[in-house]
T-cell receptor, first 115, second 113 residues
């Protein structure tokens, strides 16, 4: 009964070869987030979608893009992965309700390796 | 969002209460205190949040000092499955905006037999 699903759990790609990570949710939440977590570090927000509106963090590299074709799905595209992009990528969702945004629900992440 | 300070690591014996402190001395009046935890190889998991009153749910209790400059997360009867990194995050809770989280370094709690 996983509510935020990330596939695959492990992804290997070659240096410079585009890669797409996927996230789906069954919670019907209007906000979706992508975080990057490097080894032994805390998660760091890359960007989020508030409904259909894309919001990039100021220090997110241009190499990272995202798509949200509908409420349930969100994709993270890395156009030309470098060795420094090896990390766990976490997807999260939340619902914005009157009175304040609700806590985030996270998937279990996709661990990306670069050869 | 206000910055938080947590001890890097703590140990707790199984069955005992785990008390995890967090300092947030620059917290603003409209900022909430949130706690998440991350078990190895999993995504972060929401635990509890509060503004100024103490809060309790099925997972934990949150004690916030009267001046709101610090708080303590209490796991009343820690088990081995509570071994994780615990993050204390302070942020405004405002409708119409995303609930972006800025994670600090957290406290690595090790529960032992």
């Amino acid at each position: 009964d996983a509510m935020v699903i990330q596939n695959p759990r492990y992804q290997v790609t070659q240096f410079g070869k585009p890669v797409t990570l996927s996230c789906s949710q069954t919670l019907n939440h209007n906000v979706m987030y992508w975080y990057q977590q490097k080894s032994s570090q805390a998660p760091k927000l890359l960007f989020h979608y508030y409904d259909k509106d894309f919001n990039n963090e100021a220090d997110t590299p241009d190499n990272f893009q995202s798509r949200r074709p509908n409420t349930s799905f969100c994709f993270l595209d890395i156009r030309s992965p470098g060795l420094g992009d090896a990390a766990m990528y976490l997807c999260a969702t939340s619902r914005d309700l009157r009175g304040g945004n609700q806590p985030q629900h996270f998937g279990d992440g996709t661990r990306l390796s670069i050869l | 969002d206000a910055k938080t300070t947590q001890p890097p690591s703590m140990d707790c014996a199984e069955g005992r209460a785990a008390n995890l402190p967090c300092n947030h001395s620059t917290i603003s009046g409209n900022e909430y205190v949130y706690w998440y935890r991350q078990i190895h190889s999993q995504g972060p998991q929401y635990i509890i949040h509060g503004l100024k009153n103490n809060e309790t749910n099925e997972m934990a209790s949150l004690i916030i000092t009267e001046d709101r400059k610090s708080s303590t997360l209490i796991l009343p009867h820690a088990t081995l499955r509570d071994t994780a990194v615990y993050y204390c995050i302070v942020r405004v809770r405002r409708s119409g905006t995303a609930s972006k989280l800025t994670f600090g370094t957290g406290t690595r709690l090790q529960v032992t037999l």
